[in-house]
């Protein structure tokens, strides 16, 4: 029986210890990317849509202020809309008849 000396750490095992922790290593950066790159969208699609919707709401206060949006606004004959000037609507639903 021969006495056999085992080192603990043999160059085999280091090598695999450095490459579990390089590929652990590389999976947290790809995840963290992956979530702050998530939050990140998020947040922006939030702020465009509040500045979308303050735009839009800036126009129609806008073409609200025009005179001629008023005036016809404010003569149209009752139960008829100046879009709709026949008073036809498709089915049930209310608005112009576009068939």
Do not use: W
Not at 44 to 52: A, K, R, S
């Amino acid at each position: 029986m021969g006495f056999r000396f085992v080192v603990p750490f043999s160059n085999r095992f280091s090598a695999n210890l450095k490459a579990r922790m390089i590929l652990l290593v590389c999976l947290l950066v790809l995840t963290l990317t992956l979530v702050a790159g998530g939050v990140y969208t998020v947040t922006i699609g939030e702020v465009l849509e509040e500045q979308i919707g303050r735009r839009a709401l800036d126009v129609a206060r806008t073409v609200a202020q025009i005179p001629l949006v008023r005036e016809h606004i404010t003569k149209a004959p009752s139960g008829r809309h100046p879009a709709n000037p026949g008073g036809k609507t498709s089915g049930n639903r209310p608005g112009p008849n576009l068939s």
